[in-house]
């Protein structure tokens, strides 16, 4: 059984960054493909960005060039950088290896 865990939300001001972290176990992490949606209030997931086991990364188009994924095999973890942050990137942030989902983790954007 795959297990995600989520970490590294918070409040932070428009303009700041967040970095979150997906913890992943039970599972041979290394070949998977990993993603981070966001749900945000009365709207549905979307996917803002995924990576595969080759490194290669896609992105929404509204995060383009502010957030950044990124893995680390050794530690079997996925990162989600976020800068500059705007408050319509407030949501909650889930990892998935796109069977599993994490539990989420909320990222609020608001002077």
């Known amino acids: 059984q795959v297990q995600l865990v989520e970490s590294g939300g918070g409040l932070v001001q428009p303009g700041g960054s967040l970095r979150l972290s997906c913890s992943a176990s039970?599972?041979?992490?290394?070949?998977?493909?990993m993603g981070w949606y966001r749900q945000a209030p009365g709207k549905q997931r979307e996917l803002v960005a995924s990576i595969i086991g080759g490194g290669s990364t896609n992105y929404v188009e509204s995060v383009k060039g502010r957030f950044t994924i990124s893995r680390d095999n050794a530690k079997n973890t996925v990162y989600l950088q976020m800068n500059r942050l705007k408050p319509e990137d407030t949501a909650v942030y889930y990892c998935?290896?796109?069977?599993?989902w994490g539990k989420g983790t909320l990222v609020t954007v608001s002077s």
């Open positions: 039970g599972s041979i992490f290394s070949f998977l493909a």
């Open positions: 998935t290896d796109g069977k599993n």
